[in-house]
């Protein structure tokens, strides 16, 4: 069976995301990451995996919100908003 690791890589980016915001989606990861010139992941479509896996390490948690991308060549996809694992979202 294969082992995977935990991507620790973006893990101050999404600590500084639950501490600053209320809510955040991968785009703004994506920006944070690209902002700060940390290597990016391989595939655009690894981002969720990415919080998926902080979310398993307790880092955020992922919220029954959605919102429209506003990324240039997204196509207003509704991408999944996170929070901080202890943050109360009210909507």
């Not at 973006?10 to 690209?34: A, C, G, N, P, W």
């Not at 896996?53 to 919102?67: D, I």
């Amino acid at each position: 069976m294969k082992k995977s690791y935990p991507n620790t890589k973006y893990d101050s980016v999404i600590k500084f995301l639950t501490e600053q915001m209320t809510m955040f989606s991968t785009d703004h990861l994506r920006l944070l990451v690209d902002a700060k010139q940390i290597g990016k992941v391989p595939d655009s479509r690894d981002w969720s995996r990415v919080l998926r896996s902080a979310q398993s390490r307790g880092l955020c948690k992922k919220t029954e919100v959605y919102q429209k991308s506003n990324l240039r060549g997204s196509n207003n996809i509704p991408r999944t908003m996170w929070s901080h694992p202890d943050g109360e979202v009210n909507v």
